[in-house]
């Protein structure tokens, strides 16, 4: 069976039928993937859902589809996770990006902290990563990277939501379970070597918890993935 590409874009139906005008969408559609007119894929987003469609038309400036079926039923979890995340080496924040998203982190925010070393991210790349991940995980919408912060300016952007947790070894283990619920979580992770004791002082003083993923040292990126995935389920 063939493949069915699936995008994540704006889109409206009208009359059984969508048009497209996004270049970059349509330049993918016609010099990358090669697509012919009775291609089928699926369009998703937040607000529409999810729609099957089938190309009639598909010229350099517009695609038209015809809609052989919509889902409205919300694959997005009720929990919205935001993830600050300390910069780690290029390839490792990548893997974050795309394995957080495949996840469900609903926002990551990179962060500098007093053990940071490279603060430098590709941004349109991080972007990139995430839009991809979302789509072939058949998620309907995108991680939000958001700019890099301070520290201690993610503590405070932090309290817009219901659950704080920074994770050092030094913390209980890691059960959220009951006490999550179904409202936003921040998640705070570290860069190699941890956060150092006043950076964790300065969680406390703002009512952060802090948690444990147990007595090994884990690399950052294994630590946000395994945080990411015990939060959002």
């Known amino acids: 069976m063939k493949k069915v590409h699936r995008f994540i874009t704006s889109y409206e139906v009208i009359d059984n039928k969508i048009e497209i005008?996004?270049?970059?969408?349509?330049?993918?559609?016609?010099?990358?993937?090669?697509?012919?007119?009775?291609?089928?894929?699926?369009?998703?987003?937040?607000?529409?859902?999810e729609a099957l469609c089938s190309i009639t038309e598909l010229s350099k400036s517009e695609a038209i589809l015809s809609v052989a079926e919509v889902n409205t039923v919300s694959k997005e979890g009720e929990k919205k996770v935001t993830l600050y995340l300390a910069i780690l080496k290029r390839e490792n924040f990548e893997l974050v990006v795309q394995k957080a998203t495949e996840i469900g982190v609903h926002r990551i925010v990179?962060?500098?902290?007093?053990?940071?070393?490279?603060?430098?991210?590709?941004?349109?790349?991080?972007?990139?990563?995430?839009?991809e991940a979302a789509e072939l995980c058949g998620r309907n919408s995108i991680t939000e990277i958001a700019p890099t912060m301070k520290y201690t300016d993610a503590l405070i952007d932090c309290k817009n939501t219901d659950h704080q947790i920074i994770f050092d070894i030094s913390g209980e283990i890691f059960n959220p379970r009951p006490g999550l619920g179904l409202g936003s979580v921040a998640l705070f992770i570290g860069p190699e070597g941890g956060f150092t004791e006043k950076e964790i002082f300065e969680a406390k003083e703002n009512n952060i918890e802090t948690a444990s993923l147990g007595s090994l040292m884990l690399r950052g990126e294994t630590a946000a993935i395994i945080a990411s995935f015990i939060a959002v389920n």
């Open 21 to 49: 005008k996004d270049k970059e969408l349509i330049h993918q559609w016609k010099n990358v993937l090669k697509f012919k007119i009775g291609e089928i894929l699926t369009l998703a987003n937040t607000t529409n859902g």
């Open 110 to 131: 990179p962060i500098i902290t007093e053990h940071t070393i490279k603060t430098g991210l590709k941004y349109d790349r991080l972007e990139k990563i995430a839009q």
